[in-house]
């Protein structure tokens, strides 16, 4: 790639914004009347709009035959999308942020850092498109994957090559079996180790309200907007920070070159998601307590990093503010899985989370059903896991529909394990 350094895009975000708590500053939109424009200020609406317009134009009149319009092209930039990047940005604590068309097409922008021969460490318990994706990349652009367990520090620092890594790519909490990663020391070996390497965490379990990489020292963090910041399955969206103004550049680079910028009634879409994010995700965090606590006090086996019976309890607790609201168990019967999962009403069977509504799964027969049963072996992926994904009902609608399916399929009364 040439000339990346030198490529400038519409709205790069220079001055720092202030912070106010967590909550505020998901509704708390930045509108500048500065004309010369300051974070946020990107889309200057001369009718002062309470909700950014829809710039729904894909060319925009320059002032003169040279051009020099603040935009021109929406590939390059358009100003609903501009608006929503500078309100995320703030909030992951990204140096400047991009939406783009899926959580799958983000990871695809960060990918296209890697050049063939380099290499890149990724977890073993990784979100199943994500390992589609790399496994193209080593088919077809010479570029290897070394799989470790990433819950294990040491094992991501065996596999470092100073001359070859190029990327670390970390999950955590693990989705359906809620690994967790430790983000802060993993940067601190990559960094020391391979000053060349990024380290980069697909955050799109906690959402930037409950666990902000950046802070803990990774270079790139990404979502799928897909999930919790829409938050109503009504869009599909990726969303990418970057630590620093040269990571940044070369990521629009590939985001004007391959066009996967998101749409401007999606960016909109996607803004008015996120002002939301704080009361859903803490009356979902709240509901799925509730349940995992249920669940436990039944007698089941349940993953979950609210469980203070999980390994990694102490852990998630430093990185993050909270469990989040997707939980899975163990009923020890592949059939009774089934029944349970067929017999709840409230709970959509369906892929995914992040949703307002509740739904339950099985990652094996579903999600999960790409990886192949002996690598779902080897993973120790569980035929009979049950994913729980939590929404913002009544939380004593879901307890008892829950109860009533546990009773139908037969899985209730069970001997407490304590
Ligand atoms: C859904 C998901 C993705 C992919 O996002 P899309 O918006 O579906 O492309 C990536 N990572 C995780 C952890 C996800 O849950």
Known sequence: MTNVATL??????TAKPKHYRPATELVHIETSTDPTGGPGSTVRDPYNAASVPIYQSATFKQPGAHGSGEYDYSRSGNPTRSHVESHLAKIMRAQRAFVVSSGMSALDVILRLVKAGEEIIAGDDLYGGTNRLLGYLSQYNGVVTRHVDTTEPLAVMEALNPEKTRIVLLETPTNPLIKIADISAIADLVHQQCPRALVV???????PYLQKPLMLGAD????SGTKYLSGHHDLMAGVIGAKTQ???EQLYFVINATGCGLSPFDSWLLLRG?????????????????????????????HYPGNPAHPQYELHKRLSSGPG????????????SERIVEATKLWGISVSFGCVNSLISMPCQMSH??????VRQERALPEDLIRLCVGIEDPQDLLEDLENALHEAGALPRKSLG
Do not use: C
């Open 220 to 223: 790139i963090v990404y979502h």
């Open 325 to 336: 609201a997707v939980l899975s168990f163990e009923t020890g019967s592949t059939e009774v």
């Open 274 to 302: 996120v002002k939301t994010l704080a009361v859903r995700m803490e009356k979902q965090q709240d509901n799925a307590r509730q349940i995992a606590e249920f669940l436990i006090n039944q007698g089941f086996r349940v």
């Open 369 to 374: 059903a790409s990886i192949p049963a002996h």
């Open 246 to 248: 040269a990571t940044a």
């Open 8 to 13: 400038d895009s519409p709205a790069v975000t």
């Open 201 to 207: 965490v697909d955050n799109t379990m906690m959402s």
